[in-house]
């Protein structure tokens, strides 16, 4: 890790300067800029020429539900996500630093369509999970395709909350969950000291669990771990805000141990203009990063998906602004939030030149984190932050 870090080629820091010239923020409504990045592969031309033929579909079009064009949605859980691997770090994290116990109750903050709440219940009948989102079409899109397709054994354990991490107790509870399942959770953590909730009213007597109810009126299980995965927390511009967030998070894990965990990505390649992209059997998967701010460490990434059988693109079909937040900074805020350690597990991931083109995840995903105290800067790595509460 140590002699990778050290490597960064030329090409690279004469990429970045180029981004520096030719970038900022311009709106998108061009074809894909030529960046100084653009690559000569074989397969981006190839690519490129069908660009020209193939018709682009507006993403709010594309929500409205054309059968022939997958979901937005869909793509994104197939190109980004990789549940199993975070389930199986937050187990390995949980069990190292609190330990004595299973993790049973999650909450993944920033959850979308929520794909790993529901990956977490499926791999344990006595696990309950909370997701919570302000982005309503994801939240309705997981509905009916991650929640009604899994058992109701399993979406009968999931809470799934609309609103914003930043008021997270006026968040609206969006699904049914049956009230025997919330009584007993309740009081089997009560005899911990576990609920942090307040209790139910009196409308708390129905069948099954109030919808349109907030957060705060909500009764649920302290949560073991609670998540903000695949850079969420980069949507916190300010670090009044980011410390707001963790404090809450803080707040919400069991009084007899828990964690927080999020993700971010770094490296010199994070920091100036890039455009990745990652072929699937039936589309590609586009990651375009506009120049990098170097006083505000804001850039904006879109995420664009062609689809090779329909001959369609569809062009931003997520955009996001986002303050890159370095690995000291979140330490500081997880400190003042409360957070009695932290903890940095990263990976190095092949520099960017060599996987402009890759197909699927390519070699990326397997490369394993390593808890560190020290690390080189190189083109790119990914890291787990840890707070141990
Ligand atoms: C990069 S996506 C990550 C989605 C998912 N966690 C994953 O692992 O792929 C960021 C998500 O955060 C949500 N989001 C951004 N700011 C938010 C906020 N202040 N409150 C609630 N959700 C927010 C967006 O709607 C989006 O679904």
Known sequence: MGKQGKKQS?????QCRGAKTSSYYEEQDQEYPSTPLASPFEEQNNESQQENSAEEVDENEQNQSNSDVPSKFWLYQQSV???????SYLQKFFLM???????????EDFCGTALLSVEWLRTDARRTAVGLDFDVDALNWCMENNVNK????????????????????????INSVPQDLVRNLSLKDSEDGAVTVPPLGSEGSSETMICNGTMKDTQMPARDIV??????????????????????????????????????????????????????????YVWEQEGFDVIQRKTRISLHFNLQKQHKKIRHAFSYSWRLWSLPEIKDCLDEAGFSSVHFW??????????????GFGIGRDIKYEHVTSFHQQDSWNAYIVGVA
């Open 10 to 14: 030329h090409l690279n820091r004469q």
């Open 346 to 359: 990263v990976r190095s991931m092949p520099d960017s030149e060599d996987i402009k083109t890759i197909n």
């Open 97 to 107: 630093y609190v330990g004595g116990r299973m993790p049973l109750h999650l909450q």
């Open 81 to 87: 996500q990789s549940p199993k691997g975070d389930v």
């Open 150 to 173: 899994v058992g109701a054994d399993v979406s009968s354990r999931l809470f799934l909350f609309h609103g914003n991490v930043l008021q997270p107790l006026e968040a609206v509870l």
């Open 227 to 284: 998540c903000a995965f695949n850079y969420s927390c980069c949507c916190l511009h300010s670090r009044k805000e980011l410390v707001l967030y963790f404090k809450y998070a803080h707040s919400i894990l069991s009084k007899r141990g828990g964690i927080f965990v999020m993700d971010v990505y770094g490296g010199t390649s994070a920091e100036c203009e890039l455009r990745m992209q990652r072929k699937f059997s039936t589309f590609t």
